[in-house]
């Protein structure tokens, strides 16, 4: 049943991995790249040379504020250099000409501007304009901006001002945004000198509340799924389908050659290299400098976890029984899970939940090794491990462009570090449940199919 269950799954995984380029659009086929905002850079300089104005931008700031209504207020605030800056002091109709022929003349991602007004303000030239319908109501009085969103395939929205602001109406809190922007609890900024947010992705959304709880950021994440509907579930799939599949696999090959394990060394054995696996996370860590964020404290976690286990299954492996490898396993993840989402606020506390599943699917290993060697049930801890990848990108969809291909392989690499981990994780597991005298985990006979 096991082997036949394997060679599905497989077949499963490679219908998926040759359907993966349906999912992904060619670099051809996208359109050509559009300026967020038209007037901060190279555009604004071409269009005043074919006025006869010719201007050098020094620096720009563009500044988005979406109102309760979803109308967004656009202000562009553009230094130019002196001499130009003086002319347009002199000619304000001049400025406008300009400023209008680079909106008609150049791709310009706004296509919708209303009430556009330039003015100087010393060397500093200011252009705002309105936006409608950028937003719209979603549960709980949470605004969410839909505005930079497109399913569909579009080119690259590349940011042409220094910085690019987002906040939402005065005294709102940010509760969701991409992962590349920086974000100070009121408003996500792009920098185009930041190479991670120097464009805007196909797939982004913003939203905003009237306070940070979590109560708030639930509602916006059930906001963002009502919005997004069916594309979400899309999105998921072409990220996850692939991982969670070479999970399965991986999963069902280490049950398979449970049976060679049917030897008399015992947990003492296994025990220190478990340990010695943890110290060597532990120095990972360290090499990357992880010593800051949610992220981080799970990662840390998961490494003292694999310490402390394994040196408890070598000094006293009688203490560890079935459910308190499951509670060491999943007990500190959950509580540090929690934990950090309250204390680390930011625009996707839900990372520390992306982390546990990730981690928690390493050390479930244990008592699924065990559960196997003592006949008890291993579907429940099966499942819970292969829907690890799900787990962790669930958080981060709608993933846009590439950054599904990026991902989905991304979770493949961990797929298959958590697989050697694992099944060195299961063995010490095996031999914990090989010791004679203990009670059968609860749960039912052995599900042979996992």
């Given at each position: 049943?096991?082997?036949?269950t ?8 490679l ?6 380029p349906?999912?992904i ?11 967020v905002?038209?007037?901060?850079g ?104 839909d ?36 974000t ?167 990372v ?68 050697a ?30």
């Amino acid at each position: 049943m096991r082997s036949r269950t394997l060679a599905l799954v497989t077949l499963a995984l490679l219908v998926a991995l040759a359907g993966l380029p349906v999912g992904i659009a060619p670099a051809e086929a996208r359109p050509p790249p559009e300026a967020v905002c038209g007037v901060c850079g190279e555009a604004f300089e071409e269009a005043g040379d074919a006025a006869g104005v010719p201007l050098t931008v020094e620096s720009s700031t563009l500044r988005v504020r979406v109102g309760d209504d979803g109308v967004g207020t656009w202000t562009a605030r553009v230094e130019l250099d002196d001499d130009s800056a003086a002319t347009f002091r002199e000619n304000p109709e001049q400025l406008d000409r300009v400023v209008r022929g680079t909106f008609d003349d150049y791709r310009v991602f706004t296509d919708d501007r209303r009430r556009l007004e330039t003015r100087m303000d010393g060397d500093t030239a200011v252009v705002t304009f309105e936006v409608p319908e950028m937003a719209s109501r979603g549960y709980g009085d949470v605004l969410v901006v839909d505005y930079f969103h497109d399913d569909g395939v579009r080119g690259t929205v590349y940011v042409d001002a220094d910085r690019f602001t987002v906040t939402g109406p005065e005294g709102s809190s940010l509760l969701t945004a991409p992962a590349e922007t920086r974000t100070n609890g009121t408003a996500a900024v792009w920098s185009a000198a930041d190479e991670g947010a120097s464009s805007i992705g196909s797939q982004t959304y913003l939203t905003f509340g009237p306070d940070a709880g979590l109560a708030t950021t639930a509602a916006a994440y059930a906001s963002l799924a009502a919005d997004s509907g069916p594309g979400v579930l899309t999105n998921l799939a072409w990220v996850a389908v692939v991982p969670t599949l070479v999970l399965i696999v991986g999963v069902l090959l280490v049950r398979q050659f449970d049976r060679r394990f049917d030897d008399e060394r015992g947990a003492r054995r296994f025990g220190p290299p478990v340990a010695a696996l943890g110290v060597m996370w532990g120095l990972c860590l360290l090499v990357v400098q992880a010593f800051s964020g949610s992220a981080a404290a799970v990662a840390w976690l998961l490494a003292l976890q694999l310490v402390a286990l394994g040196v408890v299954s070598a000094a006293r492996p009688e203490a560890l029984g079935f459910r308190r490898l499951v509670a060491a396993a999943v007990g500190p993840q959950v509580a540090l899970a929690v934990a950090t989402a309250i204390s680390m606020p930011g625009a996707n506390p839900w990372v520390s939940f992306s982390a546990f599943a990730l981690a928690t699917a390493i050390v479930l290993f244990l008592p699924l090794g065990y559960a196997a060697r003592r006949g008890g049930s291993t579907r429940l801890l099966s499942l819970a491990i292969v829907a690890a990848p799900t787990a962790f990108a669930l958080p981060m969809v709608p993933v846009g462009g590439y950054g599904v291909l990026f991902v989905g392989v991304l979770l493949v690499v961990w797929v298959l570090v958590t697989l050697a981990t694992g099944s060195l994780v299961y063995r010490l597991g095996w031999a914990l449940g090989g010791r004679t005298g203990d009670r059968r985990p609860s749960g039912g006979t052995t599900d042979a199919a996992t």
